[in-house]
């Protein structure tokens, strides 16, 4: 069974531009969530979709969005970039809500470096 | 506020030498603990999931147990493809979803 893919897996990006990250979940999988990673902040999540609706919010700002599409596929989009949104973008899917179903599984990731 | 506090940062470890990581945790309501491994470069790799206190989960030279404050992840005779950070994380019962509160890391490197 294939994994957690992400795409791209590094991007390059100039303060002000807006950037869009895609993750497919595993087969059969309808919860998607989104995390940052960094040096100084550890992992911190940004939000979470279930069957095309977002279901949790993290503490950021508005510049950072999201959606999931019908097939759970899902997309962030980071507009107005800030060199510290310089992070790694991770993606994970997991079967559902429920507490059987709640194991998160991680894509490998973008690296998304702002210049 | 959920919160997860991870020690130490970083543990150095001869090969077969064993040792334990500590995860701390502060949760309104415990749903699960999960231990995650990541490489460097790469997205966590789930390792365990443990539900409530007294249980214990093993793989390998792995061994994660729970407690109401904390949990360990117990090495014995690691060896260096172990090298790894450890992530520890937390569901809370009162979150809709699968949200996950991470902790800082274990950083763990193991030599030959």
């Known amino acids: 069974k294939a994994g957690v893919t992400q795409t791209p897996r590094y991007l390059i990006k100039t303060r002000g531009q807006q950037v869009t990250l895609s993750c497919s979940p595993i087969?059969?999988?309808?919860?998607v969530s989104w995390y940052q990673q960094t040096p100084g902040q550890g992992l911190q999540f940004l939000f979470e979709y279930f069957s095309e609706t977002q279901r949790n919010k993290g503490n950021f700002p508005g510049r950072f969005s999201g959606r999931q599409f019908s097939n759970s596929r899902s997309e962030m989009n980071v507009s107005t970039l800030e060199l510290g949104d310089s992070a790694l973008y991770l993606c994970?899917?997991?079967?559902?809500?429920?507490?059987?179903?709640?194991?998160?599984?991680f894509g490998p990731g973008t690296r998304l470096t702002v210049l | 506020e959920d919160q997860v506090t991870q020690s130490p940062e970083a543990l150095r470890l001869q090969e077969g030498e064993s040792s334990s990581l500590n995860c701390s945790y502060t949760?309104?309501?415990?749903?699960?603990l999960f231990w995650y491994r990541q490489d460097p470069g790469k997205g966590p790799e789930f390792l365990f999931t443990?539900?409530?206190a007294g249980e214990e989960k093993e793989k390998e030279r792995l061994k994660a147990t729970l407690t109401k404050k904390e949990s360990f992840l117990h090495i014995t005779a690691p060896k260096p493809e172990d090298s790894a950070t450890y992530l520890c994380?937390?569901?809370?019962?009162?979150?809709?979803?699968?949200?996950?509160?991470f902790g800082g890391g274990t950083r763990l490197m193991v030599k030959p």
């Open positions: 994380a937390v569901q809370a019962l009162n979150n809709a979803g699968n949200m996950l509160t």
């Open positions: 087969s059969g999988h309808r919860s």
């Open positions: 949760v309104s309501g415990l749903r699960g």
């Open positions: 994970a899917s997991s079967l559902g809500p429920g507490l059987a179903e709640g194991v998160q599984y």
């Open positions: 443990l539900y409530s």
